[in-house]
């Protein structure tokens, strides 16, 4: 158990759609960070936050976007899906980017 | 750049000890992380380690990290089937971490 938790853990969604994934940083973690893994991939970096500010990104599109709550719960949204952004999507969190980070268990998403 | 290299696969019989190497590129990574994952199961962090550190052991894991070779690696002592599972190298950059693709480790009995 890493304290982390993540909703929904498996859901379907139809191209074209939108999907909101939501996570519960561990308690006192101020920065939450998600993680795309796709099958046979290891977790490839979409971008944290930290305070509520988006501290980084990497390489997706503007459809993928976030949020992070004052109580440092975060969303992951992804409008317009496609076919291949089905995968695992991971949160992780950790205190001011520290050394220390943990995973949930991901919400399966399956675009079709 | 940024990228981690592992290989892909590795078999073990129980009871011996599994080593799973990998490799990074880039040489600003402040801390290097061993995950597990089992399968439909999100990562856990088995251990990390400094950069500026050449060993780590914590019970029946021991890494090792060559800085100058940009090498990590992983020793599990007294392999055992629980231990089944893909292991993750990855690499801390700034604000993010870089994967390997990992290491599907397969006990043998």
């Known amino acids: 158990e890493t304290g982390v938790t993540q909703s929904p853990t498996h859901l379907i969604k139809t191209r074209g759609q939108q999907v909101t994934l939501r996570c519960s940083s561990q308690s006192g973690h101020n920065t939450v960070s998600w993680y795309q893994q796709a099958l046979g991939q290891g977790p490839q970096f979409i971008f944290q936050y930290y305070r509520e500010e988006e501290n980084g990104r990497g390489n997706f599109p503007p459809r993928f976007s976030g949020l992070q709550f004052p109580n440092y719960s975060s969303e992951l949204n992804v409008n317009a899906l496609e076919l291949d952004d089905s995968a695992l999507y991971l949160c992780a969190s950790s205190l001011n980017s520290g050394n220390t980070i943990y995973f949930g268990e991901g919400s399966w998403l399956t675009v079709v | 750049g940024e990228d981690v290299e592992q290989s892909l696969f590795l078999s073990v019989r129980e009871g011996d000890s599994s080593v799973i190497n990998c490799t990074y590129t880039?040489?600003?990574?402040?801390?290097l992380y061993w995950y597990k994952q089992e399968p439909g199961a999100g990562l856990q962090l088995l251990t990390y380690?400094?950069?500026?550190?050449d060993m780590k052991q914590d019970q029946r894991l021991t890494v090792l990290l060559n800085k100058k070779d940009k090498h990590l690696s992983l020793r599990i002592a007294d392999t055992q089937t629980g231990d089944s599972a893909i292991y993750f190298c990855?690499?801390?950059?700034?604000?993010?971490?870089?994967f390997g693709k990992g290491t599907r480790l397969h006990i043998l009995p």
């Open positions: 880039d040489s600003s990574s402040t801390y």
């Open positions: 380690i400094f950069s500026n550190m």
């Open positions: 990855a690499e801390s950059i700034r604000d993010k971490i870089i």
